[in-house]
């Protein structure tokens, strides 16, 4: 299995901050790597998909970049909002894993 | 709009069975793959089963291996998870989701809000 490493694996930040999120596999993925925010109490929600392509309605401040076994998700300017833990997830092979998540705090 | 309703979860005794259901709008359901997602109490996100559009080439997680069987109705637009010998450890919120697809590969894209299952006696 493909094991997804996540850090940091909480992190607080300001308002404004530009926040940066690694996400480790330990074999090539290629870009299949996906990256998702979820909250408490609500469903998760789809960032990014392909390692770098926002879907449709995130906002751009979001982005992703990365291939092969190291990737990264960065917030450029942190809203509050934006609290909630995020993870990665590979879909290069079965058994899909994700990362065991980021939380973030203002 | 696509809309995934799940329902089916309750509180079940371990060793007992379940039937969720996830319900979609919204899109042509039987040309996108399925697969359902949980989140145990105070865990991450964990990928249970995943099935292709029309039904066949089902996949698992180890854990639920021989236990779980995920299935789909393309006539009811409604996806299935049957859950049998649960354990304690399957506790958790369930989610359906709706796979879409990018240069020859499909991830993961629309979510259900989920549907609670609790083992426990």
């Known amino acids: 299995d493909i094991q997804m490493t996540q850090s940091p694996s909480s992190l607080s930040a300001s308002v404004g901050d530009r926040v940066t999120i690694t996400c480790r596999a330990s074999?090539?993925?290629?870009?299949?790597l996906a990256w998702f925010q979820k909250k408490p109490g609500k469903a998760p929600k789809s960032l990014i998909y392909a390692a770098s392509n926002l879907h449709s309605g995130v906002p751009s401040k979001f982005s992703g970049s990365g291939s092969g076994t190291e990737f990264t998700l960065t917030i450029s300017s942190l809203q509050s909002e934006d609290l909630a833990t995020y993870y990665c997830?590979?879909?290069?092979?079965?058994?899909?894993?994700f990362g065991g998540g980021t939380k973030v705090e203002i | 709009e696509v809309q995934l309703l799940e329902s089916g979860g309750a509180l079940v005794q371990p060793g007992g069975s379940l039937r969720l259901s996830c319900a979609a709008s919204g899109f042509t359901f039987s040309n996108f793959p399925m697969s359902w997602v949980r989140q145990s109490p105070g865990k991450g996100l964990d990928w249970v089963s995943s099935?292709?559009?029309?039904?066949?080439?089902?996949s698992y997680a180890d854990s639920v291996k021989g236990r779980f069987t995920i299935s789909r109705d393309n006539a009811k637009s409604t996806l299935y998870l049957q859950m049998k010998s649960l354990r304690l450890e399957d506790t958790a919120v369930y989610y359906c989701?709706?796979?879409?697809?990018?240069?020859?590969?499909?991830?993961?894209?629309?979510w259900g809000q989920g549907t609670l299952v609790t083992v426990s006696s």
């Open positions: 997830q590979q879909y290069s092979r079965y058994p899909l894993t």
């Open positions: 099935v292709n559009s029309g039904g066949g080439g089902p």
């Open positions: 989701v709706r796979e879409s697809q990018s240069n020859s590969a499909w991830h993961f894209d629309d």
């Open positions: 074999q090539g993925i290629g870009n299949y």
